[in-house]
């Protein structure tokens, strides 16, 4: 199922790192729809990787990218979060901005936080969302969590480097 983000907490997430945006790179990974990378890049962001393990969601991907005329922003790639972390990293691509809002209650960010590390620049936000009563993620030392706030049943944490 996918579970684009709400646009409030959207809206709310871009409020908190506008001063970010502009000229980042990009990556939005468990995807979905795409609105987070595309909000991104609708706010001055240079490029975006769009990473979903989905056929539907990469399919959706592909038509707001489209609809967006963002084909020459951005990249799509479909393959489970870690494996696309993996491949960028051999590819020396380095992000500025990561967005994750893995499906619930499965302790995704835990495991992303873990190596996600590989592609982030030294002064790289990680932002995550989760469900209030999802497990707090267990937070590797090279990042810290600089703030959290809750939208609804949502909770949006930003993580830089330590």
Known sequence: MIRPTADKVREAVFNMIAGEVQGAKVLDLFAGTGAMGLEALSRGAHFCFFV????????????????????????IIQAPAASAIRRLGSENELFDLIFMDPPYAKGYIDKTLEIVGEVACNDALVIAERHIKDKPPLVPAIWRKDRERRYGDALISIYSRS
Not at 54 to 74: F, H, L, P, T, W
């Open 52 to 75: 979903d393990n989905g056929s539907e969601a990469v399919r959706i991907i592909r038509e707001n990218v489209q609809m967006c005329a963002s084909q020459d922003r951005s990249r």
